[in-house]
């Protein structure tokens, strides 16, 4: 009764939790997880009929006192018999023996160069949410077949606590992924990654028509492919799983196009990353065709071949849920004798290291963040009521953007440019910021330089970088000094702040004298006429009366 790699364990405890008639099993190539001397004890494959010796068996069900080792190892048996972990570990046997790493804490486990031989170590990565093959060649495999899993089977895979799957640096015929993906449509798996892979040839994807995958998230760095020109027959077989995908990234890959075909499969696709490829000025009109990415949310070209400002505005107007552009690191030049309307949805635009030595215009009125940091700007003069994070870093400003442009402004940055003074009308509007960040800059120390900054710094919106990265160019006395530690003085530095004050308080002493003047007359006034002679007849009055002898 016992069978290659198994063997029949002495009567245990266990037997109990299988049924009558039950008896224990223990595999032995599971590299040390479990041997014949711990059985009866914990690790031990309970079989409800022990004459079926031979996997596949019929396992009853799991008890809940059994341990991890129990379900893994039983899972670990199915794959072989499904030959299911030959096409999912890599299967290449290279110059260096597999094996599989598990980090318990951070719940991540790492296989490298796994084989049919070693692919036991993989039991210890059943308790991770992250899963990493690293290293294969499944080429050899392409003609394996994959029968359907049996419902027990499929049950034991929806049990599987892995969310995440990274292949990296394979080899993988596109004629098995489609195979491959079928497997991953009883799991739980969530997000599956491609990085530094090959695939190799063109598969229909016949195998994956209607085929529901809870994959949501999907991200290919670094591989190579078949054009996806004149694939979207292709692509249409993978709409039922394709349509529920909600992010999207293919980074590095040297993609040229992306046909309108293909973007109108991805029905509910939120994110799309597309940074590090070749795209063109001309490839981006068919790309966001109509009814492409009817939801997307975040589009990032970052790094491309992109050369038209006004182009990629075109290209994009049909995009009306499109909330976060980037654009960094494309060459943009302006186009004067053409016009665009954004996506009126826009709130993030990021044009970092586009080589601008201007603002482009038009700019999305409803912004709230833009990134112009990493340009030649020497001057922004651009007014935008909704902005609330403005990134000016690293350009060849000498003055800081007016504030009164950017009512709601809650963020501002200008580390890196030539700024050497603030004015003190703007340090007043600067100091309602909650983040201000202008290290790196050539400060002149004198009363206006030194002094406006260290009021700024008193309202306690310079964060980063404050005192550290704020030093002095000039004058010679205190090059080289923190501007923190110049002496200065809002006495010294600023008179009109203070004579601001007195001579409002000198006005309003004015006022109050003139009141007083006012109010002295007025009751001088009130005094009855007929107790003082009046002109000359009663001064003649008077003197008569005095000489009278009735007065004497």
Known sequence: MITKGWELCPESPLSSHTGAGGACWTHRQLEGAMSAAQCPCEGCFCCADPGQVSPPFRWSERSPLLPLPYTAALLISRLFAMRVAVLLLGLALLEAEGRCFFNRTQEYCVCYKLSQDNAGSIIQCLAASVVEFQGGDLERYVDFPIRDLDPSTIDMLGTLEIRKIIFGDLLVPEVLLARVLRFFSYTRVQEMAFESCSFLGRSSWDEMAGQNLPILSLHFHNVTSAPLTGREQDFSKLSSWLGTLQELSVTSSHVTSLPCGIGRVFRALRSLDMAQNSLGDGSLMPAFCEGAFPQLQVLSLQENNLTSYHGVCQSVQLLHELQHLDLSQNKLVDSPSS??????????????????????????????????????????????????TLLLSQNLLLAAPSIRNYPTLHSLHLDNNLITEWPWDEVKLLGNLQDVSAAGNPYNCTCAGAGALQALAATGCLRQGWPQDYACHSPPQYQGMLVRDVPASVLQCNRAAVLAPVCTALALLCVAGAGWLAMARRRRAAVPTAAQPQGLHGQELGEKARRSPMCS
Do not use: M, Y
Request: proline share 8%; hydrophobic share 40%; aromatic share 4%.
């Open 339 to 388: 016009s665009c309307q954004w996506p009126a949805s826009l709130r993030i635009f990021n044009l970092s290291n586009a080589g601008l030595d201007k603002v482009l215009t038009p700019l999305p009125p409803g912004l709230e963040v833009l990134d112009l940091s990493s340009n030649h700007l020497h001057a922004v003069d651009v007014s935008l009521r909704s902005l609330k």
